[in-house]
């Protein structure tokens, strides 16, 4: 089987996650409904902080506010984490979009940008989404990239999204990004466990330093409402300083940017 088709080495993914605090234990199914659906019930029956599901098949993938997250069987990168953060839910929103975007630079060589708030693009289309589910102090962070396959083929999502293997011109092996990916979460999720100003402006710098969002005139979606003007910045806490065409400056703390 070539890579493209092959299903996860499961062990090879337990054996890198051994030394870290996040990916343990790793739960694998070859199909389920929704990654994050299962950590969360995971969780409330009182599984630890670490705990990762990740499958080759998402059957009924969830994205933002209901919306669908398309599935392509053993090609993607499918996992959820179980965690329970001290730390404002914005720092969880930046480490992951910057720890995806770091390992598909590291592991493709590509340069991914992130579009407010973590959308991770790569050649301006969507190549990885991330949803964060959260109840009382349990948050669960899901991850989805495309890594191999096209999109090319979906009429819905083909000027929209991109696979690694679309911008790369071949496929690749999943388990070395899959394990980038959750070294660099659990390395960034312990700096900001452990406090401090620092490790949260050095995260926040390096993630706004990926924005491809800032200095475009944008339109933000809030359900009914829609706002344009340019993003100008982020503030603080990750919300995105968007400078209306009357001149209004708004602090956008959720919604969808086109
Ligand atoms: C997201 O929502 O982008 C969050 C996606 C999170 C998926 C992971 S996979 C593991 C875990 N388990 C789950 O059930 N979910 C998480 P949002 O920002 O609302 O974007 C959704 C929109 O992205 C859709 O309405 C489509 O337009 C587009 N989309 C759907 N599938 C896509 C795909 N495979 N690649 C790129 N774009 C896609």
Known sequence: MDETT???DVAALEAAFTP????????????????????MALARQGA??????????????????????????NEQLALSLVLHPSFPPHFLVMASAL?????????????????????VLVNGRKACGILIETSETIAVLGIGVNVNGSMAESPELAARATTLA?????????????????????SLYAALKAGGERAQRLLRD???????TLGQRVTI???ETTLSGVAQDVDESGALVLVA???ARHAITWGDVE
């Open 6 to 8: 092959r299903p996860l």
């Open 20 to 39: 870290l605090t996040l990916g343990r234990p790793l739960i694998y199914h070859p199909a389920i409904a929704s990654t994050n659906t299962e950590a």
């Open 48 to 73: 630890g902080e670490g705990t990762l599901i990740t499958t080759d098949e998402q059957t009924a993938g969830r994205g933002r506010l209901g919306r669908v997250w398309q599935s392509l069987p």
């Open 99 to 119: 720890a995806v975007a770091e390992a598909i630079e590291v592991t493709t060589g590509l340069r991914p940008g992130i579009k407010w708030p973590n959308d």
């Open 166 to 186: 679309d911008a790369l011109g071949h496929p690749i092996a999943r388990e070395p990004l899959f394990i980038e990916i959750v070294r660099r979460l659990d």
């Open 206 to 212: 390096s993630w706004r330093a990926r924005l491809v």
């Open 221 to 223: 979606q809030q359900g």
């Open 245 to 247: 065409d009357d001149g």
